[in-house]
């Protein structure tokens, strides 16, 4: 497991860099991962990435597989300690 030393240096190469960090990263990364056209990051904070699906039934799916996109999403941004979801227009 990386130490906080190792994650907080990779986030601060990252974002020096200019790659990494800001709501359109995450919001694209979603993009990929999720490989859904009715889902959006609608807000980041405190760790929380809230998801907005544009269904009922689509919140059900993102639920079912909400470990491996927490997981996916983590990758690329390691500060990422919580994805949760909601009903809204994406």
Known sequence: ??????????????????KGGSFQDIQTTWEKISKDQGSRVAEFKDGCVVISADSSMRLIKLNLNREILLKELQKEFPLIVKISFKVGSP
């Open 1 to 18: 497991m990386d130490t906080i030393k190792n994650i907080v240096s990779e986030v601060i190469g990252r974002m020096s860099s200019g």
